[in-house]
T-cell receptor
Framework: KQEVTQIPAALSVPEGENLVLNCSFT??????LQWFRQDPGKGLTSLLL?????REQTSGRLNASLDKSSGRSTLYIAASQPGDSATYLC???????????FGSGTRLLVRP | DTGVSQDPRHKITKRGQNVTFRCDPI?????LYWYRQTLGQGPEFLTY????????KSRLLSDRFSAERPKGSFSTLEIQRTEQGDSAMYLC??????????FGSGTRLTVV
């Protein structure tokens, strides 16, 4: 059974810092991995999608890496801004299923 | 296309009442998913459809829950005889293989 863990559960940093959010999964047989952002009381916004054959994806100040064999992904946020404050969720799709399995998220606060 | 739409955004109901939520997916996406999210947790899979066929249901989906997707377009999720434990955010998503999931804004259910 696939399990997804995100560390840390919460993070508070001053504006301008570069930071790394971690995601680990127990079953390496994945089809893809997706990072989402969720603002309080809102739905999920997709940030980056990494297919199992890829090692990383970049969008603006965000970079996500995938090491399938070790069951790890990281989300790197460069030059953090207060507007980045949100919960970041990692989710994996297995290669024999269409459903996503989510971690519990990392709650990020970027202080001005 | 404006993305995945969910209605209503909020629903307050008395215990024992029935509620129904609607989801309109992105029109090109043939897969539609329902997830449930409680405070501080990642979303949990409930069920998914490919076109009008319901292909997988979680054990979380008790007999009081039913989902439909007539004609492979919009979907409804009905909860009968609501209980306080049903209070959560109900999220709908649609997907196409290459582009991952797109989520709606969710329906927040409060059972009083």
């Amino acid at each position: 059974k696939q399990e997804v863990t995100q560390i840390p559960a919460a993070l508070s940093v001053p504006e301008g810092e570069n930071l790394v959010l971690n995601c680990s999964f127990t079953d390496s047989a994945i089809y893809n991995l997706q990072w989402f952002r969720q603002d309080p009381g809102k739905g999920l916004t997709s940030l980056l999608l990494i297919q199992s054959s890829q090692r990383e994806q970049t969008s603006g100040r965000l970079n996500a890496s995938l090491d399938k064999s070790s069951g790890r992904s990281t989300l790197y946020i460069a030059a953090s801004q207060p507007g980045d404050s949100a919960t970041y969720l990692c989710a994996v799709r297995g290669d024999s299923s269409y459903k996503l399995i989510f971690g519990s998220g990392t709650r990020l606060l970027v202080r001005p | 296309d404006t993305g995945v739409s969910q209605d209503p955004r909020h629903k307050i109901t008395k215990r024992g009442q029935n509620v129904t939520f609607r989801c309109d997916p992105i029109s090109e996406h043939n897969r539609l998913y329902w997830y449930r999210q409680t405070l501080g947790q990642g979303p949990e899979f409930l069920t998914y459809f490919q076109n009008e066929a319901q292909l997988e249901k979680s054990r979380l989906l008790s007999d009081r829950f039913s989902a439909e997707r007539p004609k492979g377009s919009f979907s409804t999720l009905e909860i009968q005889r609501t209980e306080q434990g049903d209070s959560a955010m109900y999220l709908c998503a649609s997907s196409e293989d290459t582009y991952g999931y797109t989520f709606g804004s969710g329906t927040r259910l409060t059972v009083v």
